[in-house]
């Protein structure tokens, strides 16, 4: 079994949680932290269906084909939808079987359901992003990155730094030519000067390496700033250009 594999059933027995907490939680807050005898006979075959049909609408919604380390509104709007709709049906098909249910339930179930699912991929992004600081800040033997380009390639190389940090590169410092950008940050790395800063930034933050992620400018300015780049001592690397993954002519590994 792989490891995608793995992850996913990791998140479907955590939304089983998720969805059979929320459902105990709605019969419990209705009725004041007692569950009727009339429901509690018929509360395992509740959870049940509950469950098959909300994780059914989960996979129709493609809940477990989202890179949940990336999390955004997006996958969100995605949670709120399919727990919804799952709630929709659990109403219609608790009806059918014969479980008349108070309305405030449903209500209150699907809350419950958005709050726990939403609340667990959040946490996940959250774990994922300290254990790369905590190796980051254990890892002893890794060499000392400034990134050229505090724009959007530049942010998805600092992500990718950041989050593997077997490769042991650690981004320490950013430059870009745009002065508004100065003195911000991206990904809690600090943007610290221009093209011009990158021989005196070399020397006072010791760096090792150099990845230029400025693949839309044009091929001179590139050349220009390898020349400033080329007075340091430090290893360069380039980010390709999109249209090149596209062509095939290189893959991610090649930067």
């Known amino acids: 079994m792989d490891v995608i594999t793995r992850r996913k059933l990791g998140f479907v027995f955590l939304d089983l949680l998720c969805i059979n907490l929320s459902l105990i939680l709605a019969f419990l807050i209705r009725y004041d932290g007692i569950i009727q005898d009339q429901y509690k006979v018929n509360l395992l075959a509740m959870c049940l269906l509950a469950s098959i049909i909300a994780i059914s609408f989960f996979r129709i919604f493609q809940l477990y084909n989202s890179l949940w380390k990336y999390v955004s509104l997006s996958e969100m709007l995605m949670i709120q939808g399919s727990s919804l709709v799952s709630c929709l049906t659990t109403y219609i098909i608790f009806s059918i079987f014969g479980y008349y249910l108070p309305f405030?339930?449903?209500?209150?179930?699907?809350?419950?359901?958005?709050?726990?699912?939403?609340?667990?991929?959040?946490?996940?992004?959250?774990?994922?992003?300290?254990?790369?600081?905590?190796?980051?800040?254990?890892?002893?033997?890794?060499?000392?990155?400034?990134?050229?380009?505090?724009?959007?390639?530049?942010?998805?190389?600092?992500?990718?730094?950041?989050?593997?940090?077997?490769?042991?590169?650690?981004?320490?410092?950013?430059?870009?030519?745009?002065?508004?950008?100065?003195?911000?940050?991206?990904?809690?790395?600090?943007?610290?000067?221009?093209?011009?800063d990158i021989p005196s930034l070399v020397k006072e933050l010791s760096i090792d390496e150099i990845i230029i992620a400025i693949p839309s400018a044009p091929k001179s300015e590139v050349r220009k700033i390898l020349d400033i780049c080329k007075k340091t001592k430090c290893k360069l690397k380039t980010l390709p250009g999109v249209y090149e993954f596209i062509d095939g002519k290189v893959s991610i590994n090649n930067i």
């Open 104 to 196: 405030s339930v449903y209500v209150l179930y699907g809350f419950m359901l958005i709050t726990f699912l939403g609340g667990s991929r959040v946490a996940y992004r959250i774990l994922r992003r300290f254990k790369s600081i905590l190796n980051n800040i254990i890892l002893k033997e890794y060499k000392r990155v400034l990134i050229v380009g505090a724009g959007e390639a530049g942010a998805m190389v600092i992500k990718e730094l950041q989050t593997h940090p077997e490769m042991k590169l650690k981004p320490v410092a950013v430059v870009d030519d745009d002065v508004r950008k100065h003195k911000s940050m991206i990904k809690g790395v600090r943007i610290l000067g221009g093209r011009e």
